[in-house]
């Protein structure tokens, strides 16, 4: 019987879709899920969402909910991480606070101010979750979903002391995108994407085994819909030669080029959806959820609504490294990691997104090379912001924030020196109940290596 730890599990709708998509596997019907969250109520939905879906599937599977973290992970041989750590009342100061000084932020949750404030306060979350792997659960692995995936990993394979794996569907989905402007079936187009989260890039595609990569530029110019939705992204493709992943919206944000003048910034995003690079698209969209999963839960819970069916999966890739490891059913998926070089010309250590395959021996990279130079140019630039960021979350070191902050591409598009340092004082002071490195909370984590 697998023992799998879940923090953050209030995230209702990702956790639903999680559990279903481990329960797919026949050798796992019977695991035994400890759902660990902070908020009782979201924590007591989703226990009873996920309890009502194993039953009406008649299944062994069992949930057991905590809000005691070392509790939920004591055992386990798996542990997700999906945890948001300051809720949406953080998320406001990581978008509103760099606004004012002409930080014009789609998501915000990677790079830029709000993502690497995002990740001083997550850190510690993670850092956490590790101290407790390693007394409770050392042979365990933490497969972490919460972003900003690269800084995030990044830190824990430094100060956790634990075997980790980030995991993004950025390049599942624009996998579907090319596929859908070339016009194929997508089992048929194969690709290598690599570089870092939210950054990679689809470096071989092709068709039969026959390159497409030139065909993609003209395929999506044409395609009327993708035209209209992903005018950053094609600009991109236009300029580099490669496609990226992620959506319109978060590559914008990551790029001096596309909002630094609000008269021109218009024409690089899609309004129709908070995805398309919209101000504070992301926030809104949460706002505009409201009680969404509370009103709709009495629905999944009587039937009104359906709930997530048996053998429905996702292309998440959680479920499908479980499988591959417990059972040794190869999987192929691409995962972010630690550069050992096997991106070439980007540093090693920092997190890198590439292929990996997996099979009872555990999580096996592949060696790429080098990125093309302008794809290695825009990744080194956020690796440096990364690299930054990291050693100020585990040092509690501010001016070293702000210097992160200061080498952010965008930022520096748009915000003088005395700007940036304003902008982070305000961030520290509005952000102070999250970030005990910088609070007075005198905690600061020394490198641990990480298990063989």
Known sequence: MLKIAMIGAGSIGFTRRLVMDILAVEEFRNAQFRFMDIDEENLRMATNLCRHMIESHSLPATIVPTTNQREAIAGADYVFCTARVGGLEAFRHDIEIPLRYGVDQCVGDTLGPGGVFFALRTIPVLLDIARDMRETAPDALLLNYSNPMAMNTWAVRRAGGIRVVGLC????????????????????????????????????????????????????????????KEPCRID?????????????????????????????????????????????????????????????YPKWLNGELESIRLGERSEEHGSYILEALETGRVYRGHFNIENRGLITNLPDECTIEIPCYVDRN???????????????????????????????????????????????????????????????????????????????????????????
């Open 169 to 228: 569907h950025g390049v599942q989905h624009s996998h579907s995108l090319i596929a859908k402007a070339l016009g194929l079936p997508k089992a048929e187009v194969d690709y290598t994407a690599a570089g870092i989260n939210h950054q990679t890039w689809f470096v071989q595609v092709s068709h039969k085994g026959r390159s497409v990569l030139q065909d993609i530029l003209p395929a999506m110019e044409k395609h009327t819909d993708i035209a209209a």
């Open 236 to 296: 991109v493709l236009r300029r580099f030669g490669y496609f990226s992943t992620e959506s319109n919206g978060h590559l914008s944000e990551y790029l001096p080029w596309y909002r630094k003048l609000p008269e021109q910034t218009a024409k690089w995003i899609y309004p129709n959806t908070w995805i398309g690079g919209e101000t504070g698209g992301y926030l809104n969209h949460c706002l505009s959820r409201g009680d969404e999963y509370k009103e709709n």
């Open 362 to 452: 555990g999580i096996q990279p592949t060696f790429v090379g080098a990125l093309p130079l302008a794809c290695a140019a825009t990744c080194r630039a956020s690796i440096s912001v990364q690299e930054m960021a990291v050693e100020a979350a585990l040092t509690g070191n501010r001016e070293l924030v702000k210097q992160a902050i200061l080498h952010d591409p965008l930022t520096a598009a748009v915000c003088t020196t005395d700007q940036v340092w304003r902008m982070c004082d305000d961030m520290f002071e509005a952000l102070s109940p999250w970030l005990p490195q910088f609070n007075g909370g005198s905690r600061t984590w020394n490198d641990i290596p990480q298990p063989v």
